[in-house]
């Protein structure tokens, strides 16, 4: 049985990619410090065989003892509030904490997946974004802490790999969304989830032509895991290239909930990016990898969840 650290673990992306490592016959330890994930996203684990969930701060290292054989690095603040809320944190994951995680991964001969992100393309003045393009981001902006720290982890990882020949790979994750992502936690699909059901206007930046390309998680996994298991070095984009303005995805998601909210616009926050797509020729020839969930069915399997988790409640 493989033996996976899952840093990151009791997060969003974390706690879906635990769960199919798990199913896939892996044993799973999670590192996380709670401090934007919860224990609530791998309830069903807890005590479950062959889960060990490790509540740590990777900054301070990565205290696994045991075997290792894969290390999945997805530790970060990955909401825009989320990350401005911890500018200095996030800075010091995605520096400190990549350096543990990689160097855990030297000492036990693991291999590497480091959990980028489309925001190291910035307000891309290529369209749609291929991982050959180098980014357009201001390294000054209040976003710069997210987008650099992300940058330097990407850089970081490609210099163990060259310099002590770790298995590396690098995913970057383009607005993954799906059940688990906390209500209103400043993503755009759960905040115009969260506002529908409760009847507030949705909350639009700016006119909302910007564009975006959402992932349902499902499909983000299924990549993720597929990139692990490949002998690709590297960063490669595992997103959704089905483009919507932000506009669409409020009125797709005011027909789904069948809510009778308005819209509400507000000033575009600085560097918000105006395009955002990805370009997967090299996950489709290289994994065979498609998203397979359509943004519709994915925001209805997403309102779903929600309304069950209010009923529950």
Known sequence: MPRTVVTGGAGFVGGHVCRALRGAGHEVVAVDDLST???????????????????????????????????????SAASVPEYLARPVETLRVGSEGTRHALELAREHHARFLLASTSEIYGDPLEHPQRESYWGHVNPVGPRAVYDEAKRYAEALTMAYHRTHGVDTKIVRI????????????????????????????????????????????????????????????GPMNIGNPDEHTILELAELVLDVTGSASTLRFVDLPVDDPTRRCPDITQAREVLGWTPQVDLRTGVALTYESYRVATDAS
């Open 37 to 75: 994930g919860s224990r609530d996203q791998v309830a069903d684990l807890l005590d479950a065989p062959g889960f060990t969930l490790l509540q740590h701060d990777v900054v301070a290292g990565l205290p696994v003892t045991g075997p290792v054989d894969a290390v999945l690095h997805l530790a």
């Open 174 to 233: 383009f607005n993954c969304f799906g059940p688990g992502l906390a209500p209103g936690d400043g993503r755009v699909v759960s905040n115009f989830l969260a506002q529908a059901m409760a009847g507030e206007p949705l909350t639009v930046y700016g006119t909302g032509s910007q564009t975006r390309s959402f992932c349902y998680v499902s499909d983000e996994v299924r990549g993720i895991l597929a990139l692990l298991a490949s002998d690709w070095v």
